[in-house]
């Protein structure tokens, strides 16, 4: 083993116990061998694994001028350059290659995305779908645009594809029933939250549409609980208080939507919404004659 191969050998084994002291071991072996490229590509790889992306970027172009036409090393920049979220940047790298593969079609479709080009990015994303792909995220990519265009029914077609080929998951079912609810198809959004549930969906935003659904349904009891959910998982984001005083009012339930809008007074800045569903609290407690003082 001559001592490149020993320093890179050193610096692998050692990356995940002390990356200081692997970025001196590499900065040492460049200045020694300055021309050797595989030192530089260790240390750009080392500063990306770190996130550190324009430290990245510089050892990829010192790279790049000792292997010019190496797609590898244009593909490497063009990832940091979009997880820096310089999205047009990354876009002139990726386009620079010749080869077309799964990972760099889909970051660059998402690339487009991020610049309004949904169009562009449906075009990419239905060329990386001729590929064997081994994971369900393309699909569900497509949908989500699809969605952004609401076009409902196709974001459907491309969830039902991601069943088909890669089973039930969570995040299908979950995408399906916000399709369907979109369409307005209350029973099926419902029956697609109720599976998403079962493997294990369980975000505040999940709960307030399941919630939601349910409430279209008449399963008032249920939309309730499954709101309050939404509510605790996050206690600072005033949508699901809104919700559930709208549903509160909607069935008479004015001490609830009165305790509710208490709750929200106490967690969140008390918005032109919320101050509007309060003076309508006040007017139905009064005109009831509910709250005694």
Known sequence: MNKIENILWQAKLQKNKNWLKVRKLLKEGIEEFPGEKELTLALADLYLSKKIYRNAIKQYQKALELDKNNEFTIFRIGNCFLSLNEYRIAIDHYEKLEKQFPELLYNLAFAYSKIGRVDKSLEILTNLLKFKVNSELPYIFVA??????????????????????????????YLRGLAYFQLRNWLKAYVEFQHAEKLKVGSSHFYRNFGLTSEKIGKTSEAINLILKSVKLSPLEPVGYIELIKIYLFHNRYMEAYSMVQLAKRNVPFSITLS?????ILEKIDKHKLLKI
Not at 145 to 172: H, Q, V, W
Not at 276 to 280: A, E, K, P, Q, V
Request: positive net charge; contains cysteine.
């Open 144 to 173: 989500e645009l699809y969605f952004s265009k609401n076009k409902f029914k196709k974001a459907i077609e491309y969830i039902d594809k991601a069943e088909n080929s890669f089973g039930k998951r969570g995040t299908i079912c």
């Open 276 to 280: 509007m569903l309060y003076n309508r």
